[in-house]
Every structure is written in C-alpha cells, then in structure tokens.
C-alpha cells in the first residue's frame, strides 16, 4: 500500500510554490483546513488562486491569506463576511471570480470525476454566461462549464486512516468531499487518524483512492461565523 500519512502540515505541503491554484474545503468557517492555511502563511506562498466557497473572516481561515496579500485571485461564491475581502476587491487589489454556488461544486465535482466540462442552467442570460458556450436542450439555454484545474486540494476531515479513507461530520461535509481528487494533489488533514481497517466501511464519504497525503491535525479552534442565541425569557 503506498504510504500516505506524513507527519505533519509541513510534510504535507511540501512542494507548494508561489502561483499555484489551491482548493479549499470549508464554509464559512465550518470545515476549513486551519492547519494547511495557517502553514501557507508562515511558508509566504504568494502569487495564489484561492478556489473557495468563501474566504473565511479576517482575522481566520482565508482572511489570513487576505491580510498578507499572498491571494492574486479568488474563485468562490461569495464575499461573505470578510471585509478586507470586499476591500481588495472593490479597490481592485485582487482580481475575483463569483461562481454561483452550485457550479462551484459541479466545477469541483467534475474534475473529481475526470470529466472537462458539463452544462448547467445557472447563470444563462447573466454577465456569468458572458464568453460561454451556450446550447439548448429541450426548450431550455444551458451554459458550458469548464471543471477546475488546481495544484492542490486543501481538506479537513473528522476521521481517516492511514490509506485516506475520510469521513466528515455535520456540515464539514460541504465542499470537503467534491473537491477531493479535484486537484493533482489532495492533502487531508483529520482531526483523529486511525490505523486502516479500524472505520465503519458504511460509514466513509470518500475512499482513499482520491486522498494522496493526510496527516492528524492539531489546535483545532473551530470558529463560529455568527452566533445566534435564544433572547432570555423571564
């Protein structure tokens, strides 16, 4: 069995080099790889495409990328809640490219699966289409697609085991699993690593086969975005 699990975020991110298109799992801030965002600050990786479904907030996740100016270009969804995001943006500093949603997670699932491009309805008649190739199928206008290219693939998992078998919890599982296999390189990072064998086979979202390194994570602080609270009753 090819050895996977290396032994530590350092390991894992060897390789990494300035002008390299990353994917990162995550949303908001549930599921983010801190452990592989934290080591490409302290390496000063610049020069970066970010795919993301968001970057994080300023002061966390993508945010840290964000202050130190080492993001060139951002594919996600949403500015989200990160106001030197929407600064670098609206001054030009950073060039960025809004995906709807959903076909940043076909963009992601299709170069999962191997397949170039796909056609979806999302975004037809809007400046999203502009340059596309776009065609009818029964009655209705579809837009050509194409899946994402990236160096790496930056995930966080709950469990995996030594052959990379994954298994997400609660809403972690976003867009960890489709990007997966998405990039020449999958680093998985897991907050317990468990000898093979040892996971539920029922009970993994993704094989081994699309993880080429995973390592057991550490200082995990797992923000909340936006805490909502019940107002006190007398």
């Not at 949603?101 to 170069?111: F, I, N, S």
């Not at 990072?189 to 029922?202: C, K, R, S």
Request: hydrophobic content about 40%; aromatic content about 8%.
């Amino acid at each position: 069995m090819i050895k996977k699990v290396v032994s530590n975020v350092s390991e894992a991110l060897e390789g990494v080099q300035d002008g390299m298109t990353f994917m990162l799992g995550g949303f908001g801030l549930c599921g983010i790889p801190e452990n592989a965002i934290t080591e490409l600050v302290r390496l000063g990786i610049k020069d970066i495409t970010c795919i993301s479904n968001n970057a994080g907030v300023d002061d966390f996740g993508l945010g840290l990328l964000l202050q130190k100016h080492q993001i060139k270009k951002m594919i996600s969804s949403y500015v989200g809640e990160n106001d030197e995001f929407e600064r670098q943006m609206l001054s030009g500093e950073l060039e960025v490219e809004l995906t709807p949603q959903g076909t940043l997670a076909e963009k992601c699932r299709a170069a999962q699966a191997g397949f170039p491009a796909f056609y979806t309805p999302a975004g037809y008649g809007t400046e999203v289409a502009e340059g596309k190739e776009t065609r009818e199928f029964d009655g209705k206008m579809y837009v050509l697609e194409p899946a994402f290219k990236a160096d790496y693939s930056f995930v966080k998992a709950w469990k995996g085991d030594e052959a990379g078998n994954l298994i997400f919890k609660g809403t972690a599982r976003n867009f960890n699993p489709c990007m997966c296999g998405a990039a020449k390189i999958t680093v998985a990072e897991v907050e317990e690593l468990v000898p093979a064998g040892m996971l539920n086979p029922n009970e993994i979202h993704i094989p081994g086969i699309f993880v080429q390194r995973i390592f057991q994570g550490e200082k995990y602080e797992k923000r909340i975005e936006q805490r909502t609270v019940r107002a006190k009753t007398i």
